[in-house]
Structures are given as C-alpha cells and as structure tokens.
C-alpha cells in the first residue's frame, strides 16, 4: 500500500471516528454496551467468511443479526472489541460497502462479505473455494490441514503462521481446478493472517496464543474465557502492515 492510500485512509477514518464520537455523545453509551455475552447466532443471523467479523456478531458489538452494518458501527465494534484502530478496520472493511445488497449504499449484511472477488477469496485459512460450492462457513478438514501446522505449541510465530498460509495457498489449487487469486486478494490473505497474529500475539513479533486463534476460528468466540483482554493501546494501522510484511518475506 503506497504512503498517499495510507494517508487517504488515516484522513477518511479520523472522519470517521469523529462522526463515532458525535454519535456517542447523544446517544446513550449504557444502553450501546448493552451486554457483551456471547450467544449463539440463529439461523436467519447473517454471517460472513470472516472469523473476527463474525465473533463479534456473536458478542453483540455488531448487530446479532448481521443485518445494516455502517461503515461507522464497524469501526465502533472493533474499537470497543478489540481496541483495533479505525485506520486498520478500514483496511480491509473499506470494500465492505462493494458488495452490498441492503439498497443503502451506506450499509452492508455481514452475508455480503461472501461476495467473490470483493474481499473474499480463494485458499481461505478456514473455508473452501468458491468452486467448491460453499465459500463462507467454516470448513473443519479446511482448518485442520492449517492448524496442524500449530502442533502442540502454545504459541503461534510468525513463521509458522507464514507456513501455514503457504501450505494452504498451495494446497488449494489441488483440490479446485478453478483456483484464482489476484495480487490484491493475496494481500488480503497476508493481511488476514497478521490480524490475527497482531491481535493475539506480541505486537508486531507475533507468537499469537494458539489456544485463542483456535477459539477465535472454531468458535468464532472471543477468547475472554481463555484469559485474552482487550489491548489497551490501539493496534494501529502501521502495525498490521509490518506484520503483513514479516509474514509475506516469512514464506
Ligand atoms: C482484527 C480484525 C480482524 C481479524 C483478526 C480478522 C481475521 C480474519 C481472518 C483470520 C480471516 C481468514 C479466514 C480464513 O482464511 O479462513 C479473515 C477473512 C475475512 N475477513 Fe477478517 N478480520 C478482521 C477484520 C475484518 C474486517 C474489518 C472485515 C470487513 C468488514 C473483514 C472481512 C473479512 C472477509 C470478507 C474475509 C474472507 C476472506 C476469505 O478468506 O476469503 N475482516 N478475517
């Protein structure tokens, strides 16, 4: 991502989070945090591939539904969540809108988010291909070549989580005659993977709980039983793309 992207990202989040704070001031903020208790989504909740995205549905900081989602209530979950800075939810949330059914242009469905070619992608972590007919629900035989790669480690480093990805983005083309991945999505890919290290590790040295990652993508649960807190300093933008950067020269 080029300095002037990160810039006009930085600009259009500070944005953003001014327009959050006005929000806040007039509505109620007891009644926005009303209760963080995980629950189980029903069957007419929407979901989305994405593991974080969904675990938050789950913990009510996006709506339990899934449905109309602002770019704006994205970043207020994230922050509240998981103290991620609003530059690095837009990161990868800004295409969000792009695959939006809701007739706002300024909302998305978190089932949107399955839409091919915006965000999501081939030779997910956790999902099938497209190609393979379902693209969005967690996939166990999916997961587990990826997380066999953890072994018995309680921590997951960069390097592994490097090999990890790697090992899958060569397997997928195996299993699915139609694989495809452009540059732009390959970034994603790297992205993703450093979230989660930038999340549940140390910074930006990764070595990210396994059993935390393994809660996140298996129960699409935050780990607050497992010990996880939420970070108190934001996990800022510039650190996601460091990470990013060890795990693509990692492979
Ligand atoms: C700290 C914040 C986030 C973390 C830790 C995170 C984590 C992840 C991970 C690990 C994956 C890969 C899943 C897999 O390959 O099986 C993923 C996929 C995805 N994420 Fe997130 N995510 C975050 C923020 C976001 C945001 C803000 C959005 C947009 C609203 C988003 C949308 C997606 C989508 C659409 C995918 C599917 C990509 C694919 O695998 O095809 N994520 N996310």
Redesign the pocket.
């Known amino acids: 991502m080029t300095s002037l992207k990160l810039k006009l990202l930085s600009v259009v989040a500070k944005a953003f989070a001014g327009a959050i704070g006005v929000a806040r001031a007039v509505s109620c903020r007891a009644k926005d945090a009303v209760d963080h208790v995980w629950q189980k989504p029903a069957p007419t909740d929407r979901r989305?591939?994405?593991?974080?995205?969904n675990a938050l549905a789950n913990h009510g900081y996006l709506p339990r539904d899934g449905k109309g989602v602002s770019l704006a209530r994205?970043i207020t979950a994230?922050k509240d969540a998981?103290n991620?800075a609003p530059a690095a939810?837009l990161l990868?949330?800004f295409k969000?809108l792009q695959a939006s059914t809701t007739r706002n242009p300024l909302t998305f469905n978190l089932d949107d988010?399955s839409k091919h070619g915006v965000?999501?992608?081939d030779g997910?972590?956790?999902?099938n291909d497209i190609h393979l007919g379902d693209?969005h629900s967690f996939a166990p035989e999916v997961w587990a070549a990826v997380a066999a790669h953890f072994a018995d480690d309680d921590v997951i480093s960069i390097e592994t989580a490097a090999r990890a990805r790697k090992a899958r983005l060569a397997a997928a083309p195996k299993m699915n005659p139609a694989f495809s991945i452009t540059d732009e999505q390959l970034g994603?890919?790297s992205i993703?993977?450093s979230?989660?290290l930038l999340?549940f590790g140390h910074g930006t040295e990764g070595d990210a709980r396994t059993e935390w990652v393994r809660t996140l993508f298996e129960k699409e649960r935050l780990p607050f039983d497992e010990g996880f807190k939420r970070p108190d300093k934001p996990?800022k933008v510039v650190d996601v793309l460091d990470l990013q950067k060890k795990v693509e020269e990692a492979a």
């Open positions: 989305s591939p994405c593991p974080m995205v994205l994230f998981i991620l939810t990868v949330g969000s988010l965000i999501e992608h997910s972590l956790s999902r693209n994603f890919s993703e993977t979230l989660y999340v996990l």
